[in-house]
DNA sequence: CGCTCCCGCCATGCC
DNA sequence: GGCATGGCGGGAGCG
C-alpha cells in the first residue's frame, strides 16, 4: 500500500490518488491486500485502498436499477456530505484517470468520505426504514461490504449498534436481518426503561441541575453503582435465529451502544457528554480509570455515535462548561414513547400483543399489536397524556398497524421494558407524566391574539403525528374519515365521541374541530406559562410534551426553537454560534434574544395542550394510521422535527438554513395553532383551520410535516368553541384539490371574513389538506429536505399569511401541518396505493394524496420527517411512479 | 494541538 | 486450523 501511495503521492489520503491508480491498476491489480485472506475470497478484488473504487465498479457492474437506486439515496439522503455525494456519484459514474486525479482526489477520499457516519448511512440508504411486513431484507456482510467498499470489519460496526437497536438482527453467519424502525421506538422505550432503573436516580437528581447535564454526571457515576451491569437488554442476542452467542466479552460495541441510548432517554437534558458517557460505561465509577481505557472508550463511542447520528437519533454538539467546550451528543430521536406505552401495558396485560407473531426469521413486523404501537405513538405523545382513559383508548387502538416487534425478543425486552416500568412507576411515578392535561390551558389562554391558542411547536408536530396515523391507515381509515363521527374512533376501540374525563375537551364524533397548535412567536418564551390550569402539571407536562427540548432548554437550552427561545439561560450567547456551525444545535444557544420575549406564559401550556391534543386525536384518529406511522416519528415529531431534521443535515451543511434559522431565532417560531374544523355531519365539506395563534406566525406551515392529518374526531374543550369563531365556508377545496368548486377565491374569501375574525390569523380552509410538500421536488439542492419546506398554500393563504411567510425560513420550523379532513368522497386510499404520484398529486387530491405521503412521511421520519418526505417527493418528481 | 476516528492487527471462540 | 467476530489502540486527518 504504501508503496503504492507513495508513488503516487498522495501523502495524505492514499484513497484520493488511487482513484486512479486503481482504476488503472486494478485491472492489474491483485495485490489486494493479502491480509485476512478471507477478505480476499469475498471480495476479489477491492482495492483496499478506495473503497470508492471498489464502489464504482460494483456500481458500474450493477444493475442499472442499483444504481439508480443509490443516486437517489444520496439525494435524498441528508447526508452529512452533499459534496460527497457528489463526487461519488462523479466517481461512480465516471471512470477517470489520472488525469483528473487530482481533483479527484481532492474531492473523495478524504477522510470524511470515509466515516463510519457516512458509511452508515449508506448502508442505511440501502434498506427502507420500514420495510414491508412481507419483505424481509437479508444483509449478507460481504455483499454490503464489497458494494460499499468498505472492510467487513466496519460493517460489524455498524450493525452492532443497528443491532442494539434492533434495527437489525443476526440471522447466521454472515447474515443478518433488516427489520427496519418498526421496532425502533419499542426498543428505545425497552432501553428508557432499563435506563432509568440504572441510571434513573441518577437522573433525578440530576435533572434538576440540568443546567448541564454534564455536571450530572459526575453524579451519575456516584450514584450508579453498577452502571455496568451487562447489557440491559439482551434481546440482542436473542435474535430469531442463531443468537449464537452472547460469547465474546460481551459485544461490548452492542451493549455499549445500548448503554449510550439509555443515557440519552433518561437524560432530561438528552444531552450526553462523551466523557461522562465513557466514564459510565466503562461501568466503573473509577473515576481513576486509566487513561487508556477511557481513550478507548471514547473512541468506541465515537463509533456508535457515528451511527446514531446517521439514525438521526441524536447529533452532536458542545457543551460549553466551565472548562471549556465537551464534546457532546444530544438525542435528537423519539423520547417519549416510553412510557406512554408502558402505562398502557401496565394496564394491560403487558406485552402480549407483541409476543411472537413473528417470530420467524427476521420478523416481521406487522400486525396487529396493539399495543405497542400504541405505544409508541403514545408514546411520542405522551408523556403528556391526559387520562387514562384516554390512553387507554389510546392504547386499544392499533396505531399502526404494523410494526410489531419482531420475536421473541421484542417479548423479552417487552417483558423487561414492563418490569423496568412498574418499577419505575413506584419510584417515580408516573404521575408525573401520566397527568397533563394541558388541554385546557390551551383554550383559555386567550391571550389575545384571538383564539389564543397556545401554540407550541411541538405540539405541531404531535399532531401531524396523530395525522399521520390516520391516514396512512392501513386500515383504510381514510376513506372513513371522510365521516367524522367515527371512522377513527370506530378503530380505535372506542372511539366515541365523548367527553373526556379529565379533560376538558369535547369531542366530537366525527371531527368535527381539530386544533393544531403551533408556537407562537410568542413562545419564545422558553417557559410556558401555566395558564389556565395546568400549572401544576404544567412542568411536567412540559417536559413530557417538549421533552426534550423544551422543557429543559431552559438550563440548557438547546432547542428550542420553537418554543422556547430560552430563558434566560446564561448560557448564553455563546453557544449560539455553535449552531452555525453546523448545525443548528447548539446546546446552550437557546437564548437567543427573541424578539419578544414576551413570554406569554401560554407557551408551556399550549404545548402541553397540543400534546394532549394530539393524543386525543390520535385515540380517534389513530386507527387509521398507524401503521406505517411510525411510532417514532411521532414523537419526532414533536420536538424536534427540527432537530431531526438538522440532523440529517448536519453534517455538512445545513442546506437549507431554515433550520438554523429558526434556531437561531429562537423563536421561531411561532407555530402556529390552527383550529380544524372538520366537517361535521352539517359541513360537511368544510374544513377550518384556524391558526389560534396570532396571526402572523401562525399561519406558516411548514412544509416539512405536514402530513395532513384526518382526524375522526376532534377533541374541543368545550369552553374552548365557545371562544373560538369558527367560519364555516362552504365548502371549497383548494385550489390543488382536484376539485373545482370551491375555488379558491370562494375559499379565500372565506378565509378573509375568518381572518377578520381572528384578527389577521389567517384562516385556512379546505377541504383537502393543504400540504406543504415541500414546494417543488427539485430539492435537488438541498440535502435533505430543508427544514421545512415552503408551504405552498393556496396563494390567499399566503396572503392571509403574509406576516410570515411560508416561505420564509421562519415557517421552517414548524411543520405545517395540515389537517385534513377525510371527505367522504375521496375514496378510501390505502395508504399505499394513495402513494403521491407526482407532486402535483399531492396538492391535487384533496385527501387521499396528501395524507398518504404525510402519513408516511411521519412514519418513515421519525427523525427525518421532513427529509423522507422531500425524498418521496423527489422521487415522485423524478420518476413517477 | 486536540478532537475525531480510520484502520487493521489480533484475540476470541465456534466449527 | 479456518473463519467469523469484534476488541482495541496507534496514529493520522482535520479544524
Avoid at 453546523?582 to 401560554?602: F, H, M
Wanted: with cysteine.
Amino acid at each position: 500500500e504504501n508503496i503504492f501511495d507513495r508513488s503516487r503521492m498522495a501523502p495524505k489520503t492514499p484513497i484520493k490518488n488511487e482513484p486512479i491508480d486503481l482504476s488503472k491498476q486494478k485491472g492489474c491489480t491483485p495485490e489486494r491486500n493479502p491480509i485476512t485472506p478471507v477478505k480476499i475470497i469475498d471480495r476479489p478484488q477491492p482495492d483496499p485502498w478506495t473503497p470508492t473504487a471498489n464502489l464504482k465498479i460494483l456500481v458500474s457492474a450493477a444493475s442499472p436499477d442499483m444504481r439508480d437506486r443509490e443516486k437517489k439515496k444520496e439525494l435524498f439522503r441528508p447526508i452529512e456530505n452533499s459534496e460527497q455525494s457528489d463526487t461519488l456519484d462523479s466517481l461512480q459514474y465516471d471512470i477517470v484517470d489520472d488525469s483528473t486525479v487530482d481533483e479527484f482526489e481532492k474531492q473523495r477520499p478524504s477522510r470524511k468520505q470515509k466515516s463510519l457516519g457516512l458509511l452508515c448511512q449508506k448502508f442505511l440508504a440501502r434498506y427502507p426504514n420500514y420495510p414491508l411486513s412481507t419483505e424481509k431484507t437479508t444483509i449478507s456482510l460481504d455483499e454490503v461490504a464489497s458494494i460499499l467498499g468498505v472492510e467487513r470489519r466496519r460493517i460489524y460496526d455498524i450493525v452492532n449498534v443497528l443491532e442494539s437497536l434492533q434495527l437489525v438482527s443476526r440471522v447466521a453467519k454472515n447474515q443478518y436481518c433488516w427489520h427496519g424502525r418498526h421496532n425502533l421506538s419499542q426498543t428505545l422505550k425497552m432501553l428508557q426503561n432499563a435506563g432509568e432503573l440504572q441510571y434513573g436516580e441518577l437522573m433525578t437528581c440530576q435533572h434538576k441541575e440540568l443546567d448541564l447535564e454534564y455536571k450530572f454526571g459526575e453524579r451519575k457515576k456516584a450514584i450508579i453503582p453498577d452502571s455496568q451491569d451487562r447489557p440491559l437488554l439482551d434481546f440482542s442476542e436473542s435474535d430469531c435465529i442463531s443468537a449464537s452467542a452472547n460469547s465474546r466479552k460481551d459485544k461490548s460495541l452492542r451493549i455499549m451502544s445500548q448503554k449510550f441510548v439509555m443515557l440519552f432517554l433518561v437524560s432530561k437534558t438528552k444531552i450526553v457528554t462523551l466523557d461522562i458517557a465513557a466514564k459510565i460505561l466503562i461501568e466503573e465509577t473509577q473515576d481513576t480509570v486509566d487513561h487508556s481505557k477511557f481513550k478507548t472508550k471514547v473512541r468506541r463511542l465515537y463509533d456508535i455515535a457515528n451511527v446514531l447520528t446517521s439514525l438521526g437519533l441524536i447529533k452532536k454538539v458542545h457543551v460549553t462548561e466551565e472548562r471549556g467546550r465537551k464534546p457532546a451528543f444530544k438525542w435528537i430521536g423519539p423520547v417519549e414513547f416510553p412510557e406512554n406505552t408502558d402505562e398502557l401495558r401496565g394496564h394491560s396485560p403487558t406485552s402480549d400483543p407483541l409476543p411472537e407473531t413473528q417470530k420467524g426469521a427476521c420478523a416481521q413486523y406487522q400486525t396487529s399489536a396493539t399495543g405497542k404501537q400504541r405505544f409508541t405513538r403514545h408514546a411520542s405523545f405522551n408523556t403528556a397524556q391526559p387520562c387514562e382513559a384516554t390512553r387507554r383508548k389510546v392504547s386499544s387502538e392499533p396505531n399502526s398497524p404494523h410494526q410489531e416487534r419482531q420475536d421473541e425478543n421484542c417479548s423479552k425486552m417487552i417483558n423487561l421494558a414492563s418490569v423496568c416500568r412498574q418499577k419505575i412507576e413506584e419510584d417515580t411515578g408516573s404521575a408525573k407524566k401520566s397527568n397533563i392535561t394541558l388541554p385546557v390551558s390551551l383554550l383559555p389562554v386567550p391571550g389575545d391574539s384571538d383564539f389564543s391558542v397556545n401554540p407550541l411547536p411541538q405540539a405541531v408536530f404531535p399532531v401531524v403525528q396523530a395525522d399521520v396515523p390516520s391516514f396512512s391507515l392501513p386500515i383504510g381509515i381514510s376513506s372513513q374519515a371522510s365521516h367524522p363521527s367515527m371512522p377513527a374512533a370506530s378503530k380505535t376501540e372506542n372511539g366515541k365521541p365523548t367527553l373526556v374525563p379529565n379533560q376538558p375537551f369535547l369531542c366530537f364524533p366525527s371531527s368535527s374541530l381539530f386544533m393544531l397548535c403551533g408556537g407562537l412567536q410568542e413562545n419564545n418564551l422558553s417557559e410556558p406559562l401555566p395558564t389556565v390550569g395546568d400549572l401544576g402539571s404544567r412542568s411536567a407536562e412540559a417536559q413530557a410534551a417538549v421533552p426534550p427540548t423544551v422543557c429543559q432548554k431552559r438550563s440548557s437550552q438547546k432547542c428550542s426553537s420553537p418554543s422556547a427561545p430560552g430563558d434566560d439561560e446564561e448560557p448564553a450567547a455563546k453557544k449560539q454560534t455553535l449552531e452555525h456551525s453546523d448545525l443548528p444545535i447548539s446546546l446552550v444557544v437557546p437564548k437567543k434574544p427573541s424578539e419578544s420575549p414576551k413570554a406569554e406564559s401560554s407557551p408551556g401550556s399550549v404545548c402541553s395542550a397540543a400534546v394532549h391534543l394530539e393524543t386525543n386525536n390520535l385515540d380517534l384518529a389513530s386507527p387509521s394510521a398507524p401503521e406505517t406511522a411510525n411510532k417514532e416519528s411521532t414523537k419526532l415529531l414533536d420536538c424536534q422535527e427540527q432537530g431531526k431534521q438538522s440532523q440529517k443535515k448536519d453534517p455538512d451543511d445545513p442546506p437549507p438554513g431554515n433550520e438554523h434559522i429558526s434556531k437561531e431565532n429562537a423563536n421561531q417560531p411561532f407555530q402556529p395553532q390552527y383550529l380544524y374544523v372538520q366537517p361535521t355531519a352539517g359541513l360537511s365539506s368544510f374544513n377550518f383551520l384556524f391558526s389560534a395563534n396570532q396571526a402572523p406566525g401562525a399561519i406558516s406551515l411548514a412544509a416539512n410535516q405536514l402530513p395532513s392529518l384526518s382526524v375522526p374526531c376532534v377533541m374541543v374543550p368545550s369552553a374552548a368553541l365557545a371562544s373560538f369563531p369558527l367560519v364555516c365556508s362552504s365548502s371549497f377545496t383548494s385550489p390543488l384539490s382536484p376539485v373545482p368548486d370551491g375555488s379558491f377565491s370562494a375559499a379565500a374569501s372565506t378565509n378573509f371574513s375568518m381572518s377578520s375574525l381572528a384578527s389577521t390569523t389567517p384562516v385556512f380552509l379546505s377541504t383537502t389538506a393543504v400540504v406543504t410538500p415541500k414546494v417543488s421536488p427539485t430539492p435537488s439542492a438541498d440535502p435533505q429536505q430543508p427544514p421545512h419546506p415552503a408551504l405552498h398554500l393556496s396563494p390567499v393563504l399566503t396572503r392571509s399569511c403574509s406576516a410570515v411567510k411560508l416561505d420564509s425560513p421562519v415557517c421552517m420550523g414548524h411543520p405545517v401541518t395540515l389537517v385534513k379532513l377525510q371527505q367522504p368522497s375521496s375514496a378510501p386510499l390505502t395508504p399505499k396505493s394513495i402513494r403521491p404520484a407526482h407532486h402535483e398529486a399531492f396538492f391535487k387530491t384533496p385527501g387521499s394524496l396528501g395524507d398518504p405521503v404525510a402519513w408516511r412521511k411521519n412514519e418513515g421520519n421519525q427523525t427525518r420527517n421532513a427529509s423522507s418526505v422531500q425524498r418521496r417527493l423527489e422521487i415522485s418528481s423524478t420518476s413517477p411512479d
